[in-house]
């Protein structure tokens, strides 16, 4: 029988108000911000999120998630800045992208379970949209280039790392430059074919799963629109390969009381599931619990 309760609550969660020091669009529609958070940067891991607030207005009332793209250290190396990178799609992000250096946000986090630590050789990361924004701090974790948590978590356990990023056309594709400093071999879809290939990253997947040895332990994540990554997850099924997905249900509270962020997730038998809240009992989920 599973387990009522989600292992990893909003236990270790702070609630800040803090100042925009960036907020600056880096592609079309899409932004980064920053902001000093040392009490959430400390403890994120990968594939976590935050839920923000704009401090002097309640409008909107409810706040919004946004992954945790990057964790900045200062001169000591002590984690000090969370910066998110958000498209501007409605109206918590639109006031978000007009929101002057020294506006107020609020922040309750770090939220969510984030992927697993489990070691491979090869880590392939999938995103579609903008769900690259977890995958800086994923590919970081297993190349080693930087650790996380608090506890800190085991870092330098994927010796290939490799990221494949599909958007309509190349103005939407955000932070390509840092994916590639970090050491990722990126591969690049669009719709369009504006730049990179002109595919569907699932299909790109597919490709890379039939070149790679079959001595290799791969694991896959992704994140991005749903249907992208029920094709991803059956992709890896096929293959035997561990998937784990990033579900972005809409959310209000982040921390487990609304209900308002329900999956629904596989349970112990066949055709049984019941409803998981993605921001406690989630939003990373084992590909093959979820009825997609
Ligand atoms: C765990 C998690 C992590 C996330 N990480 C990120 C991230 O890193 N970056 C990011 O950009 N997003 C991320 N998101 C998604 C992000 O939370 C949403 O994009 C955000 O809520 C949009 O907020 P908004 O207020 O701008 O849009 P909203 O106003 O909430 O609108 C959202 C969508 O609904 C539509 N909509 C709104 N009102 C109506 C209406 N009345 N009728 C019809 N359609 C309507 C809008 O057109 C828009 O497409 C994440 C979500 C989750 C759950
Ligand atoms: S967002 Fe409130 S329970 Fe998940």
Redesign the pocket.
Known sequence: MSKLHADYYADSMHQIDTPLVRNELIAED?YVLRVEAPEIAQQVVPGQ?VMIRLSDTDA?LIG????V?AILNDESGHAKWLE?????????????ATSPLGRVVTLWGP??NGFANRPCDHLIMVAGG?GQ??MLLMGQEAKGNQSFGKPTRTSGWGQEVELIYGARRKSLLACVDEFDKAGFNVTLCTDDGSIGRQQLVPDVLSERLAEIPADKKVRVVTCGPEIMMEKVAEICKEKSVDCQV??????ACGIGICFS?VAQVKQDGPEQWDYKR??VE??IFDADQICW
């Open positions: 899409t999120f909107p919004r998630a946004l992954a793209y998110l990178v958000y498209l501007k799609k409605g109206t918590m992000t639109s006031a978000l939220l969510g903008i924004t977890p990033s579900m972005e249900t809409p959310m962020c993605t921001c989630g939003p």
